[in-house]
């Protein structure tokens, strides 16, 4: 049920305008890049969550939303205090064994297991085995959590026998995310059914909304004697569950049998959320279907993530383009009425209940009167998480998007390295566009994806079939036989191929390595008819961190690097040129470092180091004068430029 994109580009230019009105106050600075500034101040420490009653934190779900917030907002930008805050937000449990401390498995919470997400970010991104041992634990769990008799989680222990909607967002993107990193596909079936269940115990036919929780004893006193539902439709307890099936399904495999049954809830899901939007605001009410009851209030972090889920099912290709503006209108809401100016840098987010529940003690009943009784507060960590969330995804839509509908194909088959990954399973890695680790592309690629591009990998060889549907193939550093048991090597009939290609009017995107690193003989054929050749050499070599060593300055009104100062380049293959080549950049001894060359309606770009992976963009390890996150930027938005339909050439 994929859903395909119509009139994009009219949905973004839409979007832009409409952010002018709104964007007086945020003129230098985005929202996100606001609040997230606001998090970062009042809650520093773990150790505190709640500024004006200071004491220990807790393990719990309210951190990881807003983790995942701040990770999205680092992934946008590559920003290193945005990491580096995540993992210090999570070094405060994790210990160096991979313990969670203050955690008890014993509980069978189901929002214990949300922070699991910032534990596999941490893993993926450094590959301590620490933040892997930790998320396992939180699987562990999951193993023998209590269940209903058809297999649905209990939200907690202590409430036997009860599914919430808020439970599926705190455990089904974790046991989705887990699953995917160790090959675990039977989960996916358990996953899909926690959906299915809650929808088939928790729905109401008539609205399409969901309740916020269904019994199956039917023995709460909130419970229907009949249905099991709760009395109400609680506007974050809907907010959690479309975040969860939008989160979920990310990493869903696309050719697992339920998948299209999850888009389908999802779609059903979404309809009523855009039925219960308030017109005026573009707001959705504390209790979604009462907006007109006396008492009920716009309420901020259910808002934040209907915008979220709308504008990400979108994205991904799960809803149609139409929610784009549902979540439009209410981003422009929550701008208008909860967003609250403190300074050219900061915001508040006002207006997120602080919670709501049903049963315990004192008991909730799950009434209307008992929600509004529920205190209203500025800067709620669930709300402001939520809102980080939105902001990016927002951000994110309305950025231009040049290569809309255009394919950037990158080579798995002369690149082919394997490994064994944390479970034994076998792992293609080292420049791979999911890899978030040092050796990996994730980077570059999300630059990619907020310029339009649709990213994918080719496993085959690249024949003109196989090229058929791709704007720009990238090949990265081919196999040598320590790399490869069996290398593939670049052939005649590739570079006949690929020649063709590239004079057709593909780009070409070539990047090699410093000799003893890559495999140059059959590069350099490839590279001939382009009048470029990979030197065997070794330029810009650096000891330990004298990263002064492969600092190269790039002049102004450069063709490519509109925005870039400084550039870090390692231990590079140098160019020899001859027509059609150009040089465009060199290093201070004059060797060419980057070059490019028109062939045909085509055009290929040359360097020789694989330079873009996540170590040298991520912004973790370079100094902040280094500016190669906005160079892959420039790269990509002048590939986009030289796509036939954008060419001025």
């Known amino acids: ?17 409409s952010y002018s ?14 609040m997230a500034a606001t998090v970062m101040e009042i809650w520093a420490d773990s150790l505190n969550l709640n500024p004006e009653q200071p004491k220990p934190v807790k393990w719990a779900y309210d951190q990881g939303v807003i983790l995942e917030g701040i990770d999205g907002l680092w992934k946008r930008t590559g920003k290193v205090e945005y990491f580096k805050y995540m993992q210090k937000s999570m070094d405060f449990f994790v210990t160096k064994d991979g313990v969670i401390q203050r955690y008890k498995p014993q509980d069978y919470n189901i929002d214990n297991i949300k922070n699991g997400r910032s534990l596999l970010t941490l893993y993926k991104v450094t590959s301590q085995l620490k933040y892997f041992k930790a998320a396992s634990a939180l699987r562990e769990q999951l193993k023998d959590h209590p269940r209903t008799k058809e297999g649905g989680f209990w939200h907690k222990k202590i409430y036997p026998s009860q599914m919430w909607l808020d439970g599926l967002y705190m455990g089904q993107p974790f046991y989705a995310e887990y699953a995917a990193l160790v090959g675990d596909h039977a989960a996916f079936d358990d996953i899909a059914n926690q959906f299915i269940l809650m929808e088939k115990y928790s729905k109401d036919p008539k609205t399409g909304l969901l309740y916020h929780g269904w019994d199956e004893s039917k023995e709460q006193k909130w419970a229907n004697p009949v249905t099991g539902q709760s009395p109400n439709f609680w506007g974050r307890a809907m907010g959690w569950y479309a975040m969860a099936l939008v989160d979920a399904l990310e990493y ?38 009462k907006a007109n009851v006396k008492g009920n209030y716009p309420e901020a972090s259910a808002s934040a993530m209907f915008v979220y889920s709308l504008a990400k099912g979108v994205r991904n290709g799960d809803l149609p383009v139409s929610y784009l503006a549902v979540s439009e209108k209410g981003y422009r809401g929550m701008c208008k009425v909860f967003v609250e100016e403190v300074s050219a840098d900061r915001v508040n987010l006002k207006g997120t209940v602080s919670v709501s529940g049903l049963g315990g003690k004192p008991y ?9 009784t529920e205190p209203v507060i500025t800067n709620d960590p669930k709300g402001v998480g939520a809102f980080l969330l939105a902001a990016n995804e ?3 839509a309305s950025s231009a998007k040049p290569g809309q509908g255009k394919t950037v194909l990158l080579d798995n088959y002369f690149n082919h390295e394997i490994k064994k990954d944390q479970s034994g399973n076998d792992l293609s890695w080292h420049y791979k566009w999911a890899e978030r680790a040092n050796g990996g592309f994730s980077m570059w690629g999300g630059i990619f994806e907020r310029n339009g591009f649709k990213t994918r990998e080719l496993d085959e060889e690249p024949t003109l079939k196989n090229l058929s549907n791709a704007a720009v193939y990238i ?11 069996k290398p593939n090597y670049i052939g005649v009939n590739h570079i006949k191929d690929l020649t063709s290609w590239v004079k057709a009017g593909g780009l070409l995107v070539l990047m090699a390595n410093d000799t003893g690193n890559t495999e140059l003989d059959h590069f350099n054929q490839l590279a001939k ?36 100062n400084r550039l870090f380049v390692k231990e590079f293959s140098s160019l020899s040129l001859s027509s059609p080549a150009v040089a465009i950049v060199k290093d201070s001894a004059g060797n060419n470092v980057i070059a490019t060359a028109k062939y045909g309606k085509g055009t290929v770009f040359v360097i020789g180091d694989p330079w873009l992976y996540n170590e040298y963009v991520d912004g973790r390890k370079l100094p902040a004068d280094y500016d190669n996150f906005a160079a892959a930027t420039d790269l990509v938005q002048w590939l986009s430029q030289q796509l036939p339909s954008n060419s001025t050439k």
């Open 252 to 289: 869903f495999p696309k050719d697992h049998p339920k998948r299209k049954e999850l888009q389908e809830i999802l779609n059903r899901t979404a309809t009523a959320v855009r039925k219960y939007q308030d017109p005026k605001s573009g707001l959705w009410y504390d209790i979604l279907d």
């Open 475 to 485: 090949i990265v550093d081919p196999d040598t036989e320590k790399e490869s048991a």
């Open 364 to 372: 909730r009943d799950g009434s209307f009167a008992y929600y509004l």
């Open 394 to 396: 927002m951000e994110w």
């Open 21 to 34: 009105s709104v964007a007086h106050a945020q003129a230098n600075k985005p929202l996100s890049a606001r």
């Open 529 to 564: 008819p382009f009048g470029i050749q990979f030197n065997k050499d070794s330029k810009g070599r650096v000891n330990r961190n004298e990263y002064e060593t492969a600092r190269i300055d790039i002049p102004a009104r450069n063709s490519i690097f509109k925005n870039t």
């Open 1 to 17: 049920m994929k859903i395909t994109w119509i009139n994009t580009a009219a949905a973004v230019l839409l979007l832009q305008a």
